[in-house]
């Protein structure tokens, strides 16, 4: 009898209702863990746990609460509890008209034009990183810490690119700190316990954050004085922005509290989705010998570009299958407002709504062979239902840096698996875990050959 295909790392989600002391133990270790298994294969399962709670995999569903309506279903209170010291009231944050002017102002940023401007940085660095790798020698590489590194490279050069009073390190080292340890969900958060009760912990990572922040504050002071850079980076597009309905521009708070969100949500993520597609490039070599084939055909050994992104759609659809295995945004938390019925389930105020993506994009509902590594799945432009796959969220709030995310992913895979070759590590599994974003515990270490 033929063995089934060995399958990639996978978290293992809870097939029994969890009470609240158990809920919290596990949104401690591993949000994962709070995912029904019955999320995979229902629409919506209910519970409660201090709270009512629904967890939604059915794509209606989700463009309802998502983009049909949308502001019955602010963001959660857990999830600004979380990070509110960390991003101020910021885009991530803000509910309402705050939210609204704020992204009409800071969308221009983020325009193709602007991204592709940008897309130098993400050569220059990918460079860089291909030149550290080369130099290891024959030994494992965690490629999560060098993700991390490289995606950083990035993201400071592009929003404080010339600014020596910037220390880069120190801001690296707060931001792991606060997601490894005060972001995780508190015993009050849980419970349903109104915001302005302290959580434990959570405000003790407030102090290194607050020396970030009031370094960003000064750079921002500098920048204004000085005059933009040539190019323009993202702090100075900020600088220049305006809501254009209404003339007004951010102030300092805001455009810090903004570039920090940046910061934070744009080398984390484009970091992980990174090392979790060398992971799996390392997990099936056919895979990875095929995207080596086209790297090599269209970079002949040199760095990507933007002007080679089209050229590259196998290296794109394995990023993309990465993103449904192990999106970084892995859970998506709403709190009702009003009265609402999701998939014949009544929803009251005050209810918890959850899109659990990590379960969404593994339905056996939606995805054919959902739990198996398979880039072919978006081959010539294929596309799932567009609320069944969300690695970026949707509606008004999609994520803001999508393309430039993508942009960097891709050209930074690219330049890699056309100069080494990854392999596994045997008995060096990664282990799917959540805290804030969706990180492979224990890190990716593989075996980096220079071809």
Known sequence: ?????????????????????????????????IIPEASTRQAIVSGRTGTRWHMLTDPAAIRHVLLENVDNYPKSIVTKNLLRPAIGDSLFIAEGKHWRWQRRTAAPAFSHRNVAALAPVMTRAAERSADRMAQVGNRAVNLLDEMITATFDVISDVTFS???????????????????????????????????????????????????????????????????????????????SEDPKTGRRMSTEEIRDNLLTFIVAGHETTALTLAWSLYLCAFDPAVQDRARLEAHSVLQGRAATADDLSRLPYIRQIIDEALRLYPPAAIVSRTALAQDTLCGTPIRPGDTVIIPIYA???????????????????????????????????????CIGASFALQEAVIILATLLGRFRFRSVKGVDPDPVMIITLRPEGGVWLEVDPL
Request: overall charge negative.
């Open 1 to 33: 009898m033929p063995t089934a295909p060995a399958l990639p790392v996978r978290a293992a989600l809870v097939r029994e209702p969890l009470n609240v002391l158990q809920s919290w133990q596990a949104s401690r270790q591993n949000l994962l863990t």
């Open 162 to 240: 010339g600014d020596t009073g910037f220390d880069r390190t120190a801001v690296q080292r707060a931001i792991d700190l606060y997601i490894s340890d005060a972001g995780k969900v508190s015993l009050f958060d849980v419970l349903g316990l109104p915001d302005w009760i302290p959580r434990p912990g959570r405000n003790l990572a407030g102090n290194g954050m607050g020396d970030m922040k009031a370094a960003a504050d000064a750079v921002i002071d500098t920048r204004q004085s000085k005059g933009r850079q040539t190019p323009p980076d993202l702090l100075d597009l900020l600088l220049e």
């Open 360 to 398: 969404l994009h593994r339905s056996h509902l939606l995805w054919d062979d959902p739990d198996r590594f398979d880039p072919d799945r978006w081959a010539h432009g294929a596309k799932p239902d567009r609320y069944a796959y969300l690695p970026f969220g949707d509606g008004p709030r999609i």
